[in-house]
Each structure stands twice: as structure tokens, then as C-alpha cells.
């Protein structure tokens, strides 16, 4: 993930227990475990007003 943002941004997952911040330019990776089927949603703390965004994990064909 990067922010290309000139404002600091955050990646937070209640749903994963997962919480990153990244300063304006940033770059940086979120590792998460595998996942059981279903969506799992998430948002940018700093920016409540932006859309939240979904992950959704399914079973691999």
C-alpha cells in the first residue's frame, strides 16, 4: 500500500486486528493470515469521511 496522499493516512481493521499508519508518501505492506470466506471491512481512521473499503476472502477453485 502507499499513501500518496500530503496528509498522514491509516489502514484499520477492527474485523482483523489490523492497524497501520502511514505518513504522506509512505509505503508499506499489511500482512494478514489467511482468512475464512467472508468480507472484512476497512477504513482510514484519520479520514472518516473517505469511503470504507472491503476485503473479501473466498475459497480458492
Known sequence: MSNIGDQPAEFES???????????????VVVIAPLREGSY???DDFHLDLPKG????????
Open 14 to 28: 477492527t474485523q482483523l486486528r489490523k492497524e497501520k499508519v502511514l505518513a504522506p508518501g509512505a509505503k508499506s
Open 41 to 43: 471491512v476497512f477504513f
Open 54 to 61: 472491503k476485503i473479501i476472502a473466498r475459497e480458492h477453485e
